[in-house]
Every structure is written in structure tokens, then in C-alpha cells.
């Protein structure tokens, strides 16, 4: 075969796996125990297709070419551990007598599927691992991808996903959905995971750019894979709903230069409408957890035709409710925000000063970043340019501040205006 035959077949094999790969894992993991093992299983699936499909030419069903060829491969893997085990304890009888059981029909591979995202989020791990693992797992992403998503070195993240193969095996977490207050436990690992990832993609941490939609499509996908899978879960309804209505605003947050475009200044022609409807359904089959109400709140600025029709004073009760749902800084610094658009600057500026002592807020560069925007709303310009300068100085995305930079040198400005025209 030619060598550009032999390239559009190698594409199709990566095209196919990255699609396959998360329920070809899952199945074979199902199999073997192990997530580990089940991922160079799997690969060795996709090193036959290379080796084979360049000469038989690709199958009219790769994707179940390779999910039988992975599952065959488990199969024999078990077959020569249990013949081991067999002749260490010197059982007289042959394994072909009592042969392992054929995996299930591929009609259960939904609930493998499910398995596999409860053992990648298992609370043994921590919040990092169980991140990078399930974008490996799951979202069919590369060592390197992962590791340019959230900036950081490659072998940080090869070894961190190691480790986490290894801490599960140590750990002989079982590869199951488990059950009670266990699932409860495991289901809020698995949620806060896909909403990481979404939040990293939906406003990137570091770098130069604001936005990394492929982090926010891989989370969107994981959300509806859940909520496809646990329709009786309203807070897994409730998560899909916040991203799928978050991720309508995506491509009006960003100018054509990539600069961020604030929440008043967006095109709102530019909302997804589809997402907008999905975010809409997907919310009437939600509860009233943490998720459920964020997606309530961001339901108030999708269903409002402009920024002036938006109704702060349902976001700022909703903001209430979350913040005794879940206590957190950043949700009592977001009320804040909808009391100073519900009953103006100077009561969200209350609310604003009574967190500044809190210690998980001293670096978050949000906080100087609202407190400017109110102090400017107040006329206080020379504070709010101060403010805006130290929220720049905090934020480690390039994007941010850039526009942080400029509201400060542009609210100076009106100030030494002000002061040199007088009082109007």
C-alpha cells in the first residue's frame, strides 16, 4: 500500500479511537480490573489496526473492529492469569473446563461506560489526578493535550496519570457504580470534575488566550454522557444545564482580536440558541443542588434580551440560596455583584468590604476586580484605577489582563479629568 495510503489509514485509526476510546477502555476494563491495564489494551488494539488495516483496507464498522480486537486481547489476558493462578494452587482441573466468562453482550456498554467515569473520579485521587485521568480516559485526550490545557509540564502530567493507575490498583477500587451514601459521595467527585474541567476551559486560568473551547466541548460531552446515563440524578441535569447554558455565551465572550468582551458589551446574536434550549431542558429536570441553581442563575441572563432586561434581583436571590446550599467566598463575592446591579454600587461595595480580610480571597483577583468596577461606579475613580492595576497584577491569564490594564489606565484618566475640569 502506498504511503499515502498508509497515512489516511493511520488517521483513520486515531480518528476512530479518539471517538471509541472511552467505551473501548470501559469495556475492557470491565474485563480486567484494571483501568490501567485497560488503556494499553486498548492500544494495542489500535497498534493491530495499524498493523492490519493498511493490508485488509478499514473495516465497515472500525470502531467495533477495534472494541472486539481490545476485548479478545482482555479475554486471553485473563485466561493466562487464571491458568497461572490455577497451576500455582495445583487445581487438577484444566481452565478450558470451567473457561471465563465471555464479557456481556455491547448493549451494556452504556453502564461500563458509567463505571469507568466513577473509578477515574474516585475520591482516593486527588482533584488534579482525578482531572487529568478522566481527560485521558474519557475525553481521548493525549499526555501533551492535557498538559496544554492547564499549562503544565508533560511529564507532570504523564506522572500524575500513572500515579493514579497505580493509586486505584493499590487501592483495589473496584470498577463498579457503587451504591447509597457511597454514590452520593462519588457522584459529587464525578460532577466537580467535569464542571473543573469545563470552568478551565470556560475561563483559562493562564496563557494568552481567555477561552480553550475544546476543554469546554470535552466537559459539555462528559455532562450529557451523565446525564444520559443517570436520567433519575436531577443534580446531573442540573450541571448539564449550567454548561450548556454557560457555553452558549462562548462565542461572544471574545472580540476578533481575542480580547474578553464583558457581559454587558456581548452580541447576544451570538448566544447559541440551540445550547440556550438544551440548557433550558435539561434545567426543568433539575433539583435545587449547587448546579441546579447556577444554571437557574445563568437562565436569567439567557432568557433576558439585553443586558438592561436582566432581572438582578431573581440572580441576586438565587445567589442567597447557593450561598447556603454552598458556602464559599466566590459565591458571597458573585452575590455581591448581583445586590450592586439589583440595588446599586454602594450595597454591593458593603458586601465587597466585609470579604476583603478573607484569606481564600487575598490572591483572587476578582475581588480588587469588582471592587474597582463599584468604586467606579461610585465616582471614586483613583481608588477604582488602583484596584483595577492590583487585579492585574494577580491574574496569571495574558487576556485578563490586558483588559484589566486598560480599565485602570483609562478610570485614571477620568479621574485627572474630573479633577482638572472641576465638579459638573
Not at 81 to 104: F, I, N
Not at 125 to 130: F, G, K, V, Y
Amino acid at each position: 500500500m502506498g504511503t499515502a495510503s498508509a497515512v489516511s489509514t493511520a488517521e483513520a485509526v486515531e480518528t476512530v479511537f479518539r471517538i471509541e476510546s472511552a467505551r473501548i477502555i470501559a469495556g475492557v476494563a470491565r474485563i480486567v480490573r484494571d483501568v490501567g491495564i485497560a488503556e494499553e489494551i486498548a492500544q494495542d488494539a489500535v497498534v493491530a489496526a495499524l498493523e492490519q488495516w493498511p493490508e485488509s483496507g478499514i473495516p465497515d464498522k472500525p470502531g467495533a473492529w477495534l472494541t472486539a480486537t481490545a476485548k479478545h486481547r482482555a479475554v486471553d489476558l485473563v485466561r493466562r492469569r487464571e491458568t497461572y493462578s490455577r497451576k500455582l494452587a495445583e487445581v487438577g482441573r484444566a481452565l478450558e473446563d470451567r473457561p471465563p466468562a465471555e464479557p456481556p453482550d455491547d448493549d451494556d456498554i452504556d453502564d461500563d461506560l458509567l463505571r469507568l467515569i466513577f473509578t477515574a473520579c474516585h475520591p482516593v485521587l486527588s482533584a488534579e489526578a482525578r482531572v487529568a485521568l478522566t481527560l485521558r480516559l474519557l475525553g481521548g485526550l493525549t499526555t501533551r493535550e492535557i498538559a496544554r490545557a492547564f499549562l503544565a509540564a508533560e511529564p507532570t502530567v504523564a506522572q500524575r496519570i500513572v500515579r493514579a493507575k497505580r493509586t486505584l490498583a493499590a487501592a483495589g477500587v473496584p470498577f463498579e457504580v457503587p451504591g447509597g451514601a457511597a454514590r452520593s459521595e462519588r457522584l459529587d467527585s464525578v460532577l466537580e470534575v467535569v464542571y473543573l474541567v469545563f470552568n478551565e476551559g470556560y475561563s483559562a486560568t493562564a496563557g494568552d488566550d481567555l477561552v480553550r473551547p475544546g476543554l469546554c466541548e470535552d466537559a459539555l460531552r462528559l455532562a450529557r454522557v451523565l446525564a444520559g446515563l443517570m436520567p433519575d440524578e436531577p443534580e446531573v441535569h442540573g450541571l448539564a444545564a449550567l454548561l450548556e447554558l454557560q457555553a452558549s455565551r462562548t462565542a461572544a465572550r471574545t472580540g476578533p482580536d481575542g480580547a474578553p468582551v464583558l457581559l454587558a458589551g456581548q452580541n447576544r446574536a451570538k448566544w447559541d440558541r440551540l445550547l440556550i434550549h438544551r440548557g433550558f431542558a435539561s434545567l426543568r429536570r433539575a433539583g435545587r443542588g449547587p448546579y441546579a441553581l447556577q444554571a437557574a442563575i445563568a437562565a436569567c441572563h439567557a432568557g433576558a434580551g439585553s443586558y438592561a432586561d436582566t432581572d438582578w434581583t431573581a440572580i441576586a436571590s438565587l445567589y442567597g440560596l447557593l450561598l447556603e446550599v454552598q458556602p464559599s467566598p466566590v459565591v458571597a463575592l458573585n452575590r455581591a455583584v448581583a445586590v450592586s446591579r439589583a440595588r446599586g454600587p454602594e450595597a454591593g461595595l458593603v458586601l465587597v468590604e466585609e470579604l476583603a480580610g478573607v484569606p481564600a480571597l487575598r490572591d483572587y483577583h476578582l475581588l480588587p476586580s469588582v471592587r474597582a468596577d463599584l468604586l467606579e461606579a461610585l465616582g471614586r475613580t483613583d481608588e477604582a484605577a488602583a484596584e483595577f492595576a492590583r487585579a492585574a497584577s494577580l491574574t496569571a491569564n495574558e487576556r485578563e489582563r490586558g483588559l484589566l490594564l486598560e480599565r485602570a489606565a483609562r478610570t485614571g484618566a477620568a479621574g485627572g479629568r474630573a479633577a482638572r475640569e472641576g465638579p459638573v
